[in-house]
Protein backbone atom coordinates (compact mmCIF):
# COMPACT_ATOMS: atom_id res chain seq x y z
CA UNK A 1 0.00 0.00 0.00
CA UNK A 2 1.36 3.33 -1.17
CA UNK A 3 2.76 5.75 1.80
CA UNK A 4 0.21 8.48 2.37
CA UNK A 5 0.95 11.85 2.24
CA UNK A 6 0.38 14.96 3.99
CA UNK A 7 0.24 18.69 4.54
CA UNK A 8 -0.09 20.39 7.94
CA UNK A 9 -1.20 23.29 6.63
CA UNK A 10 -1.09 25.83 3.84
CA UNK A 11 -0.40 29.20 2.93
CA UNK A 12 -3.83 31.27 3.36
CA UNK A 13 -2.85 34.41 2.07
CA UNK A 14 -3.16 33.36 -1.48
CA UNK A 15 -0.45 33.62 -4.42
CA UNK A 16 -0.78 37.59 -5.06
CA UNK A 17 -1.96 38.38 -1.04
CA UNK A 18 -5.15 38.08 -2.07
CA UNK A 19 -6.33 37.74 1.28
CA UNK A 20 -4.36 40.66 3.04
CA UNK A 21 -5.27 43.28 0.27
CA UNK A 22 -9.52 42.57 0.99
CA UNK A 23 -9.35 42.28 4.70
CA UNK A 24 -7.01 45.63 4.71
CA UNK A 25 -9.68 47.25 2.12
CA UNK A 26 -12.37 46.08 4.51
CA UNK A 27 -10.73 47.66 6.94
CA UNK A 28 -10.43 51.06 5.38
CA UNK A 29 -14.21 50.71 4.70
CA UNK A 30 -13.07 49.99 0.84
CA UNK A 31 -14.34 46.17 0.75
CA UNK A 32 -18.08 44.80 2.87
CA UNK A 33 -17.62 41.45 4.57
CA UNK A 34 -19.55 39.75 2.60
CA UNK A 35 -16.67 40.21 -0.56
CA UNK A 36 -14.04 39.23 2.10
CA UNK A 37 -15.97 36.15 2.39
CA UNK A 38 -16.35 35.73 -0.98
CA UNK A 39 -12.05 36.06 -1.34
CA UNK A 40 -11.31 33.63 1.32
CA UNK A 41 -13.74 30.89 -0.31
CA UNK A 42 -12.03 31.55 -4.00
CA UNK A 43 -8.69 31.19 -2.01
CA UNK A 44 -9.80 28.34 0.32
CA UNK A 45 -11.24 26.47 -3.07
CA UNK A 46 -7.56 26.90 -5.21
CA UNK A 47 -5.70 25.89 -2.48
CA UNK A 48 -7.76 22.62 -1.58
CA UNK A 49 -7.71 21.87 -5.62
CA UNK A 50 -4.32 22.94 -6.04
CA UNK A 51 -3.21 20.30 -2.95
CA UNK A 52 -5.84 17.31 -5.02
CA UNK A 53 -4.02 17.99 -8.82
CA UNK A 54 -0.75 17.64 -6.86
CA UNK A 55 -1.71 14.03 -5.41
CA UNK A 56 -1.79 14.83 -1.81
CA UNK A 57 -3.77 12.78 0.24
CA UNK A 58 -4.37 14.29 3.69
CA UNK A 59 -5.17 18.49 2.62
CA UNK A 60 -5.85 20.52 5.16
CA UNK A 61 -8.84 21.95 5.94
CA UNK A 62 -9.70 24.53 9.34
CA UNK A 63 -5.81 25.74 8.61
CA UNK A 64 -7.35 28.67 6.89
CA UNK A 65 -7.99 31.80 9.44
CA UNK A 66 -8.61 35.61 8.75
CA UNK A 67 -6.29 36.53 11.12
CA UNK A 68 -4.59 34.00 13.49
CA UNK A 69 -5.57 29.78 14.64
CA UNK A 70 -4.93 30.50 18.09
CA UNK A 71 -7.49 33.16 18.12
CA UNK A 72 -9.79 30.98 15.91
CA UNK A 73 -9.79 28.61 18.99
CA UNK A 74 -10.18 31.11 21.24
CA UNK A 75 -13.56 32.00 19.69
CA UNK A 76 -14.56 28.01 18.75
CA UNK A 77 -14.20 28.00 22.56
CA UNK A 78 -16.23 30.61 23.59
CA UNK A 79 -13.25 32.17 24.97
CA UNK A 80 -13.91 35.71 24.61
CA UNK A 81 -13.89 38.10 27.62
CA UNK A 82 -17.12 40.05 28.23
CA UNK A 83 -15.44 43.77 26.97
CA UNK A 84 -15.23 41.95 23.02
CA UNK A 85 -18.80 40.70 23.98
CA UNK A 86 -20.42 43.29 25.06
CA UNK A 87 -19.69 45.08 21.43
CA UNK A 88 -22.68 42.71 20.42
CA UNK A 89 -21.63 42.62 16.75
CA UNK A 90 -24.01 41.01 14.21
CA UNK A 91 -21.15 38.81 12.61
CA UNK A 92 -18.74 36.79 13.96
CA UNK A 93 -16.07 38.51 12.08
CA UNK A 94 -16.31 41.58 13.51
CA UNK A 95 -15.69 39.78 16.80
CA UNK A 96 -12.55 38.21 15.64
CA UNK A 97 -11.21 41.24 14.37
CA UNK A 98 -12.18 43.21 17.77
CA UNK A 99 -9.81 40.44 19.79
CA UNK A 100 -7.55 40.85 17.02
CA UNK A 101 -6.70 44.44 15.89
CA UNK A 102 -8.95 46.65 18.98
CA UNK A 103 -12.10 48.62 18.16
CA UNK A 104 -13.07 51.94 18.09
CA UNK A 105 -16.47 53.12 16.71
CA UNK A 106 -20.37 53.92 18.04
CA UNK A 107 -20.50 50.42 19.66
CA UNK A 108 -17.53 50.98 22.08
CA UNK A 109 -13.72 51.13 22.40
CA UNK A 110 -11.43 48.46 22.84
CA UNK A 111 -8.26 47.54 22.82
CA UNK A 112 -6.76 44.32 21.12
CA UNK A 113 -5.43 41.41 22.95
CA UNK A 114 -1.94 40.97 23.13
CA UNK A 115 0.08 39.12 20.54
CA UNK A 116 3.06 37.20 21.06
CA UNK A 117 5.65 35.33 18.83
CA UNK A 118 4.20 31.94 17.43
CA UNK A 119 7.36 29.74 19.02
CA UNK A 120 10.44 30.76 16.52
CA UNK A 121 8.75 31.85 13.86
CA UNK A 122 8.13 35.41 12.52
CA UNK A 123 4.59 34.95 13.06
CA UNK A 124 2.25 36.29 15.92
CA UNK A 125 -0.53 34.79 17.54
CA UNK A 126 -3.21 36.71 19.55
CA UNK A 127 -2.73 35.20 23.42
CA UNK A 128 -6.10 34.08 24.61
CA UNK A 129 -7.58 35.07 27.75
CA UNK A 130 -9.33 33.24 30.15
CA UNK A 131 -12.03 34.93 32.36
CA UNK A 132 -13.23 33.53 35.52
CA UNK A 133 -16.74 34.36 34.19
CA UNK A 134 -15.98 32.33 30.87
CA UNK A 135 -18.22 29.07 30.06
CA UNK A 136 -16.10 26.89 28.08
CA UNK A 137 -17.98 25.59 25.32
CA UNK A 138 -18.48 24.74 21.35
CA UNK A 139 -19.19 28.02 20.15
CA UNK A 140 -19.20 28.47 15.80
CA UNK A 141 -18.84 26.20 13.21
CA UNK A 142 -16.11 27.35 11.39
CA UNK A 143 -14.18 23.85 11.43
CA UNK A 144 -17.43 22.08 10.01
CA UNK A 145 -17.93 24.40 7.69
CA UNK A 146 -14.98 24.22 5.92
CA UNK A 147 -14.67 20.79 5.64
CA UNK A 148 -18.47 20.46 4.22
CA UNK A 149 -17.24 23.20 1.99
CA UNK A 150 -14.35 21.27 0.53
CA UNK A 151 -16.23 17.82 0.73
CA UNK A 152 -18.87 19.69 -1.60
CA UNK A 153 -16.19 20.33 -4.18
CA UNK A 154 -15.28 16.45 -4.32
CA UNK A 155 -12.21 16.42 -1.94
CA UNK A 156 -12.39 14.92 1.22
CA UNK A 157 -10.23 17.09 3.45
CA UNK A 158 -8.56 16.06 7.23
CA UNK A 159 -9.62 19.26 9.24
CA UNK A 160 -6.74 20.66 11.65
CA UNK A 161 -7.35 22.26 15.40
CA UNK A 162 -4.84 24.16 17.37
CA UNK A 163 -4.59 21.59 20.39
CA UNK A 164 -5.84 21.74 24.05
CA UNK A 165 -2.65 21.59 25.56
CA UNK A 166 -0.65 23.97 23.82
CA UNK A 167 -4.30 26.17 23.73
CA UNK A 168 -3.71 25.78 27.70
CA UNK A 169 -0.35 26.67 27.83
CA UNK A 170 -0.56 29.84 25.81
CA UNK A 171 -3.18 31.18 27.18
CA UNK A 172 -3.23 33.60 30.25
CA UNK A 173 -5.69 35.31 32.90
CA UNK A 174 -7.36 38.46 32.35
CA UNK A 175 -3.75 39.79 34.53
CA UNK A 176 -1.36 37.87 31.86
CA UNK A 177 -0.22 35.27 34.14
CA UNK A 178 -0.53 31.60 33.38
CA UNK A 179 -3.70 29.68 34.45
CA UNK A 180 -4.20 28.17 37.11
CA UNK A 181 -5.42 24.22 35.16
CA UNK A 182 -8.35 23.09 37.68
CA UNK A 183 -9.79 20.27 36.82
CA UNK A 184 -12.84 22.12 35.99
CA UNK A 185 -11.25 23.81 33.26
CA UNK A 186 -8.88 21.15 31.50
CA UNK A 187 -12.64 19.12 31.71
CA UNK A 188 -14.66 21.54 29.81
CA UNK A 189 -12.10 22.66 27.40
CA UNK A 190 -11.37 17.98 26.69
CA UNK A 191 -15.41 18.09 26.62
CA UNK A 192 -15.19 20.87 23.89
CA UNK A 193 -12.63 18.61 21.34
CA UNK A 194 -14.53 15.40 22.45
CA UNK A 195 -17.65 17.20 21.04
CA UNK A 196 -15.55 18.26 17.84
CA UNK A 197 -14.11 14.86 17.30
CA UNK A 198 -17.17 13.27 17.48
CA UNK A 199 -18.93 15.98 15.37
CA UNK A 200 -16.62 15.19 12.51
CA UNK A 201 -17.07 11.35 12.70
CA UNK A 202 -20.40 12.04 11.91
CA UNK A 203 -19.49 14.28 9.03
CA UNK A 204 -17.57 11.36 7.55
CA UNK A 205 -14.10 12.67 8.43
CA UNK A 206 -11.32 10.01 8.53
CA UNK A 207 -8.52 12.02 10.05
CA UNK A 208 -8.15 15.14 11.92
CA UNK A 209 -5.40 16.57 13.04
CA UNK A 210 -4.89 18.33 16.41
CA UNK A 211 -1.37 20.20 16.27
CA UNK A 212 0.42 20.22 19.73
CA UNK A 213 3.52 22.34 19.20
CA UNK A 214 3.95 23.41 23.01
CA UNK A 215 5.03 19.39 23.61
CA UNK A 216 8.25 20.23 21.93
CA UNK A 217 9.10 22.74 24.68
CA UNK A 218 10.94 21.53 28.39
CA UNK A 219 7.97 20.76 30.29
CA UNK A 220 7.31 22.09 34.36
CA UNK A 221 5.66 20.27 36.86
CA UNK A 222 2.20 18.84 35.79
CA UNK A 223 2.71 19.32 32.24
CA UNK A 224 2.75 15.91 31.03
CA UNK A 225 -0.49 14.81 33.82
CA UNK A 226 -2.22 17.98 32.03
CA UNK A 227 -1.74 16.56 28.60
CA UNK A 228 -2.49 12.82 29.54
CA UNK A 229 -5.90 14.02 31.25
CA UNK A 230 -7.05 15.97 28.09
CA UNK A 231 -6.64 13.31 25.55
CA UNK A 232 -7.42 10.48 28.44
CA UNK A 233 -11.16 12.22 27.81
CA UNK A 234 -10.84 13.70 23.87
CA UNK A 235 -9.74 10.13 22.62
CA UNK A 236 -12.63 7.96 23.46
CA UNK A 237 -14.83 10.27 21.24
CA UNK A 238 -13.35 8.63 18.21
CA UNK A 239 -15.63 5.33 18.77
CA UNK A 240 -13.44 3.63 15.67
CA UNK A 241 -14.74 6.13 13.48
CA UNK A 242 -12.06 8.79 13.23
CA UNK A 243 -8.63 8.46 13.40
CA UNK A 244 -6.51 11.18 15.28
CA UNK A 245 -3.10 12.51 14.47
CA UNK A 246 -1.06 14.47 17.41
CA UNK A 247 1.04 16.53 15.37
CA UNK A 248 4.19 18.40 16.42
CA UNK A 249 6.62 20.53 15.08
CA UNK A 250 9.96 23.45 15.55
CA UNK A 251 11.92 20.56 17.61
CA UNK A 252 11.46 17.15 19.10
CA UNK A 253 9.79 14.86 21.94
CA UNK A 254 11.25 12.53 23.21
CA UNK A 255 11.10 13.67 26.52
CA UNK A 256 7.42 12.93 26.04
CA UNK A 257 7.14 10.25 23.46
CA UNK A 258 7.03 7.35 25.38
CA UNK A 259 3.77 9.35 27.14
CA UNK A 260 2.03 9.92 23.82
CA UNK A 261 2.47 6.35 22.38
CA UNK A 262 1.21 4.89 25.37
CA UNK A 263 -1.64 7.18 24.87
CA UNK A 264 -2.92 5.36 21.05
CA UNK A 265 -3.11 8.09 19.06
CA UNK A 266 -3.66 7.11 15.49
CA UNK A 267 -1.04 8.68 13.87
CA UNK A 268 1.95 10.61 15.56
CA UNK A 269 3.40 13.61 13.80
CA UNK A 270 7.45 14.20 14.24
CA UNK A 271 9.36 17.30 13.19
CA UNK A 272 12.43 15.29 11.11
CA UNK A 273 13.97 18.64 10.54
CA UNK A 274 14.30 20.22 14.23
CA UNK A 275 14.94 17.47 16.60
CA UNK A 276 15.66 14.81 14.00
CA UNK A 277 18.01 12.68 16.19
CA UNK A 278 16.11 12.47 19.49
CA UNK A 279 13.00 11.86 18.07
CA UNK A 280 14.65 9.39 16.01
CA UNK A 281 16.48 7.89 19.20
CA UNK A 282 13.05 8.01 21.01
CA UNK A 283 11.20 6.02 18.25
CA UNK A 284 14.13 3.95 18.06
CA UNK A 285 13.99 2.67 22.20
CA UNK A 286 10.32 3.17 22.87
CA UNK A 287 9.07 1.96 19.54
CA UNK A 288 5.45 2.03 17.65
CA UNK A 289 1.97 0.98 18.75
CA UNK A 290 0.62 -1.57 16.59
CA UNK A 291 -2.38 0.87 15.00
CA UNK A 292 -0.17 4.16 15.10
CA UNK A 293 0.97 5.69 11.91
CA UNK A 294 4.44 8.04 12.14
CA UNK A 295 4.05 11.08 10.11
CA UNK A 296 7.67 11.79 9.28
CA UNK A 297 7.92 15.34 8.53
CA UNK A 298 10.48 15.21 6.45
CA UNK A 299 9.89 18.09 3.92
CA UNK A 300 10.86 21.26 5.70
CA UNK A 301 7.59 23.82 6.14
CA UNK A 302 9.95 26.49 7.11
CA UNK A 303 13.16 26.81 4.55
CA UNK A 304 12.94 28.09 1.38
CA UNK A 305 15.52 25.36 -0.52
CA UNK A 306 14.56 22.27 -2.03
CA UNK A 307 14.41 18.58 -0.57
CA UNK A 308 17.17 16.76 -0.30
CA UNK A 309 15.51 13.69 -1.38
CA UNK A 310 18.49 11.50 -0.05
CA UNK A 311 18.02 12.79 3.76
CA UNK A 312 14.69 12.54 3.57
CA UNK A 313 14.72 8.72 2.23
CA UNK A 314 16.81 8.01 4.80
CA UNK A 315 14.68 9.08 7.77
CA UNK A 316 11.91 7.70 5.99
CA UNK A 317 13.63 4.63 6.10
CA UNK A 318 14.86 4.95 9.22
CA UNK A 319 11.29 4.88 10.86
CA UNK A 320 10.41 2.06 8.31
CA UNK A 321 13.30 -0.32 10.54
CA UNK A 322 10.34 0.03 14.02
CA UNK A 323 7.29 0.47 11.86
CA UNK A 324 5.24 -0.53 8.22
CA UNK A 325 3.23 2.42 9.07
CA UNK A 326 4.76 5.60 8.07
CA UNK A 327 3.31 8.64 6.18
CA UNK A 328 5.22 11.09 4.40
CA UNK A 329 4.24 14.55 6.07
CA UNK A 330 5.57 18.16 5.82
CA UNK A 331 7.26 19.00 9.09
CA UNK A 332 4.64 22.09 9.96
CA UNK A 333 2.74 23.96 8.01
CA UNK A 334 4.00 25.70 4.96
CA UNK A 335 2.29 29.28 6.05
CA UNK A 336 5.87 30.11 6.61
CA UNK A 337 6.78 29.47 3.20
CA UNK A 338 6.20 31.64 -0.20
CA UNK A 339 3.26 30.62 -1.92
CA UNK A 340 5.32 29.90 -5.16
CA UNK A 341 8.36 29.94 -7.31
CA UNK A 342 5.95 30.55 -10.51
CA UNK A 343 6.09 34.31 -11.32
CA UNK A 344 8.99 35.15 -9.49
CA UNK A 345 10.79 37.81 -11.38
CA UNK A 346 13.59 38.85 -8.94
CA UNK A 347 15.60 35.35 -9.10
CA UNK A 348 17.38 34.09 -12.29
CA UNK A 349 16.22 30.94 -13.56
CA UNK A 350 19.23 28.84 -12.73
CA UNK A 351 18.93 30.14 -9.25
CA UNK A 352 15.05 29.17 -8.99
CA UNK A 353 16.13 25.60 -9.42
CA UNK A 354 17.55 25.51 -5.66
CA UNK A 355 14.14 27.21 -4.61
CA UNK A 356 10.70 25.30 -3.15
CA UNK A 357 8.17 27.10 -2.25
CA UNK A 358 4.66 26.05 -1.05
CA UNK A 359 3.09 24.95 -4.68
CA UNK A 360 6.43 23.43 -4.80
CA UNK A 361 6.84 21.38 -1.84
CA UNK A 362 3.71 19.23 -2.81
CA UNK A 363 5.45 17.91 -5.41
CA UNK A 364 8.49 17.42 -3.31
CA UNK A 365 5.91 15.42 -0.92
CA UNK A 366 4.92 13.49 -3.45
CA UNK A 367 7.97 12.80 -5.51
CA UNK A 368 9.37 11.60 -1.43
CA UNK A 369 6.55 9.01 -0.75
CA UNK A 370 6.83 7.27 -4.07
CA UNK A 371 10.54 7.14 -3.72
CA UNK A 372 10.32 5.83 -0.05
CA UNK A 373 7.74 3.00 -1.78
CA UNK A 374 9.82 2.19 -4.66
CA UNK A 375 12.92 1.19 -1.71
Do not use: C
Request: hydrophobic share 40%.
Amino acid sequence: MPALTSVSGFPRIGQNRELKKIIEAYWKGAASLDEVRGTAKELRAKHWKLQAQAGVDLIPSNDFSYYDQMLDTAILLNVIPQRYKRLAFTNPEETLFAMGRGYQGDKGDVTALPMKKWFTTNYHYIVPEIEESTEIRLNGTKPFDEFNEAKARGILTKPVLIGPYTFLKLARNPQAEELDYDKGLVNAVAAVYAEVVAKFAELGVQWIQIDEPYLVLDKEDGDVSLFKSLYAKILPAREDKIKVLLNTYFGHIADVYETVNLLGFDGIGLDLNEGKDENLAAVEKYGVAENTTLFAGVVNGRNIWRNNYAVSLGLVDALKQVTANVAVSTASSLLHVPFSTEGETGISSEDLKHFAFAVEKLTELKEVAALADAT
